[in-house]
């Protein structure tokens, strides 16, 4: 199939009658279907003729028709936070006198955490004194030297008030699973699997400078990754097939999720432990509570040690679930692999999946920096929206800050003239289609996952960066590779016509990212991904460019 091109035919070729049936069509006339245009009341009526091969009929309000951009149909959302801590501060009066009671053994428990810490980092740093080759399996003496801080993470667990933890079933040998996967709650879960299976574990590469667990976790051969490069996730997969491939490497320890959760449900998982083909040993923890939620959810570390040091005991399970193995006569894909081990987790947690992902992670973190009331309302299970729109975790922080700064409701709702206000425009007609596109409820307000997904709708359509192309090309008239506001005002008076000279200088602004008093293409195209929905205002300038 050819590239798609605004000035390419719109109907494939693949799609036209067999050439036997267009030869005897010759002669007959070609219809024609008419592009209709309204902008603020004017009606334009396009025909291109056989310029473009076939032509639209465009009757509705949609202001990105020109893009090939139909409505679009809100992805179904859940009311689930699985990152929510449900004990975030203490409440009641039996906790307040267990921390009372607790405070003397809290103290005992310290120095023990403390000594502990020291004798496994000190192990370990003996164990790793003199090792160059850390790209090979780490030989024997070293390992077993590590038996030490193994059972000082042992020690670590006891003080944190896990005198017993329950396990159902068994670690399968590591020649039959290779590869570990678990759903990921608290960080008491690496201090477990470290002990109680000494993998090697895929970790972000800013734990390296934390003190003592980079040390401890370099001992583990840790496999880094950036999760925002492809060249990291690459090359992390590499060393996973690498090292899951070897029987002198421990197993590979992965926690598919990306981040933690509250446990009451999962999240969507990441392909790293999957595409390598080897089999998997799922394993679920559980923290059963009652007044005290383990999870590492909206709750700083600090106080997560406090409360757990406060406790009598802290209940915690593990159970290894059966090995999932690869289909191999289908030659089963990796998504379909870990769909399979996720509904696996899932069950047995008697629990859902949802489509959640670590980018609602930083949405939450987001909302959190700008004091919203509700954080929660942010989330827009990200895995969905970036398998439909590939659009990345980071472009939907950054539209969540354009989002906030539009001023939303103690629910998370912004108004028609909140969301007219930031993106500079005048009340008008086109400026009412532009909010009317997004309301897909007609409810004369907006979430932010409304906003999310039109401007993602808008910003991924196949069209979109010629179309900018195209803009850009008919408001600089003189073709001196820059717009001037006297061009940007003209260009803009065809689409909102009556543009005071102050609405214009203020979208100028927005538009001149650089402030040097012109607008550059790189100025002009930046704006338009940040706000891919001011792309409308340029369609009188697109279509002339297709329909000079």
């Excluded at 590590?146 to 000082?152: D, F, Y």
């Excluded at 880094?224 to 097939?241: C, D, G, L, Q």
Aim: aromatic share 10%.
């Amino acid at each position: 199939m050819s590239d798609q091109s605004i000035f390419a035919p719109l109907l494939p070729s693949d799609h036209l009658p067999p050439k036997s049936d267009r030869d005897d069509q010759e002669h007959a006339p070609e219809p024609h279907v008419i592009l209709t245009v309204e902008h603020d009341g004017v009606r334009h009526q396009l025909s291109n003729g056989d310029h473009m091969g076939t032509h639209i009929s465009e009757v509705d309000d949609n202001p990105y028709a020109f893009l090939g951009a139909n409505r679009f149909d809100m992805p179904g959302s859940t009311t689930v936070d699985p990152f929510r801590n449900n004990t975030p501060t203490v409440e009641g009066v039996y906790e307040w006198l267990k921390i009372v009671v607790c405070l003397p053994i809290t103290l005992v428990r310290l120095v023990l955490f403390g000594l502990a810490l020291m004798v496994g980092y000190l192990a370990t740093r003996t164990a790793l004194l003199g090792w160059k080759d850390r790209s090979s399996p780490m030989p024997k003496w070293r390992t077993r030297l590590m038996c030490i801080t193994r059972m000082s993470a042992r020690t670590i667990l006891f003080s944190f008030g896990y005198q017993w933890i329950r396990r159902k079933g068994k670690p399968a040998p590591r020649e039959i699973a290779p590869v570990v996967v678990s759903n990921h709650v608290s960080y008491i879960d690496p201090i477990f699997f470290f002990y109680e299976l000494f993998p090697t574990i895929v970790a972000s590469e800013s734990h390296d400078s934390m003190p003592f667990v980079g040390t401890i976790i370099r001992a583990m051969q840790v496999i880094y990754v950036n999760r925002f490069s492809p060249t990291s996730r690459k090359h992390a997969i590499n060393e996973i097939k690498r090292k899951a491939s070897c029987d002198q490497f421990p197993r590979v320890l992965l926690f598919p999720e990306g981040t933690t959760t509250n446990g009451r449900s999962i999240i969507s998982f990441q392909l790293g432990a999957f595409i390598p083909g080897y089999p998997i040993q799922p394993v679920i923890v559980r923290y059963p509570h009652v007044h005290f939620d383990q999870s590492w959810g909206n709750v700083s570390l600090a106080m997560l040690m406090f409360r757990m040091f406060t406790q009598f005991h802290n209940f915690m399970e593990v159970e290894y679930l059966p090995v999932i193995t690869p289909h191999e006569n289908r030659k089963e894909s990796a998504a379909r692999l870990a769909q399979r081990t996720g509904h696996a987790v899932a069950t047995a947690l008697n629990v859902v999946q949802t489509s959640h992902s670590y980018g609602d992670v930083l949405l939450l973190s987001k909302a959190l920096e700008a004091n919203q009331e509700n954080p929660s309302l942010y989330l827009v299970e990200m895995a969905g929206i970036e398998a439909e729109f590939h659009l990345s975790s980071l472009e939907a922080v950054d539209f969540l800050d354009v989002f906030l700064s539009m001023n939303p409701d103690s629910r998370g709702q912004v108004e028609i003239h909140h969301f007219l206000k930031v993106l500079r425009l005048k009340p008008s007609t086109l400026s009412e289609k532009i909010f009317g596109f997004i309301d897909v409820q007609k409810s004369g307000k907006i979430t932010f996952k409304q906003f999310l997904v039109g401007s993602a709708h808008v910003l991924k359509q196949p069209l979109f960066h010629q179309a900018c192309e195209s803009a850009f090309t008919a408001c600089d008239g003189d073709g001196k590779n820059c717009i001037l506001e006297k061009e940007f005002g003209d260009s803009l008076m065809l689409s909102i016509p009556g543009l005071s000279n102050n609405e214009i200088g203020e979208l100028f602004t927005l538009f001149d990212i650089d402030c040097d008093g012109k607008i550059s293409k790189d100025d002009f195209i930046g704006c338009l991904r940040r706000y891919p929905l001011l792309i409308a205002l340029f369609s009188p300038c697109v279509l002339q460019q297709i329909c000079p």
